[in-house]
């Protein structure tokens, strides 16, 4: 029996222990109820296996200019057994309650577990056998998939930031594509989190082309802005390996993050300027 043929059976047992959406989500939901700043929205539902789930949303607005705010999205969790990004983006609400100067001029809006059914049972696969990350936009009938994608086009992001986990990497890389900006945001924040974990240098990651660290090429389906979307956001997906520690992996994405927020702040800054 194949691991793809094992990981489906898995996911339709129902396994008597599951992981806590509610526990790991604990942290943020506190923030939330006392936040001027932060609101938890868990009015995303759908069903699985006639259980009734929420797609958690959360929305930051940092410190405002005056003009619009920039509005970024980060997805975790897209794949359940990736706790390493679900952790990363629950740390990264944290910080900002914190120090939400780190967010002037956005609105950020987080979805931190995409996958809820695969986080439960600690599968990549959601309950329904499927990998989420390859059904975007291709006519999915998975209910996780239809509210992102209905989020996706409403919200009109002007960037996109999945964070992901690569059990055959050998170092922290990014992939890029969306707006011709987004080389420019890529480097520095493999540059941030270089300081924490070494970037993966190798010319071929996961199947695909890199260089330093970066590829401009991925697997059709992955969670994206909609076809046609115009102007195209800017689309970074964040991937660490998954040997290092928890906490140096949780902390390398949070600096990554802050390195995309502060740069895109500025080039924005700039443009408007010229």
């Not at 609101?39 to 003009?67: C, K, M, W």
Request: negative net charge; contains cysteine; charged residues 25%.
């Amino acid at each position: 029996m194949s691991t793809a043929t094992i990981k489906r059976t898995m996911t339709n047992q129902h396994p008597a222990h599951r992981r806590s959406l509610s526990e790991t989500l604990a942290p943020i939901d506190r923030l939330a109820a006392t936040s001027v700043n932060l609101v938890a929205n868990h009015d995303l539902r759908f069903s699985s296996g006639g259980e009734s789930y929420t797609l958690p949303r959360y929305i930051f607005i940092g410190p405002q200019d005056g003009g619009r705010p920039l509005r970024i999205a980060i997805f975790a969790g897209v794949h359940g057994d990736e706790s390493e990004g679900i952790q990363a983006a629950v740390g990264f609400v944290r910080l900002l309650e914190s120090k939400p100067e780190l967010a002037r001029g956005y609105s950020l809006t987080i979805y931190p577990i995409c996958n809820p059914t695969g986080f439960e049972d600690d599968t990549r696969h959601s309950r329904g056998g499927k990998d989420l990350n390859r059904e975007f936009w291709r006519n999915s009938t998975e209910p996780e998939v239809r509210l992102l994608e209905a989020e996706l086009t409403s919200r009109a992001f002007d960037g996109l930031i999945a964070l992901h986990t690569d059990d055959t990497s050998e170092g922290f890389y990014g992939i890029v594509q969306g707006a011709t900006l987004t080389k420019h945001l890529i480097e520095p924040a493999l540059v941030a989190a270089e300081k924490i974990m070494a970037r993966d240098g190798r010319a071929i990651i996961d199947g695909f082309h890199a260089r330093n660290g970066i590829i401009t090429d991925c697997y059709e389906g992955v969670l994206a802005a909609p076809p046609g979307a115009r102007p195209r956001p800017f689309e970074i997906i964040l991937e660490t390996p998954k040997t290092p520690p928890a906490f140096v992996k949780e902390a390398a994405i949070v600096a990554a993050l802050q390195s995309i927020l502060h740069e895109y702040r500025e080039f924005i800054a700039y443009a408007s300027d010229i």
